[in-house]
């Protein structure tokens, strides 16, 4: 089947990006020294998380299609959470956030 150059390029993307974010997900269990969710340790599959969310700079998935070294530099503060792990701590994250907010409104 002959394909156009756009239909080329976009499987082409689409495959770099799920391989890196393979490549991203193992850096990071490896890193971290454990083979599941830095919380529970159960099995997959994983979201990338910022341990400490006043640190991002830039989403990982956005720097899936970027050089790998901006990449690397950022899940330096990011860890691998299954989904119920990851929901739980979008939640007490986000309440923190919220609280920091309205307290840096009501001094201002």
Known sequence: MVKTRKQYMRAYCAARY?????????FLLIMRGNDGCALCDGPGPFVIDHVDPATKTDDPSRLLTRPLRALWRELRGCQALCGACNYEKMKRDGAELRREWWARRRAA
């Open 18 to 26: 799920h391989r890196r974010r393979r490549v991203a997900i193992l």
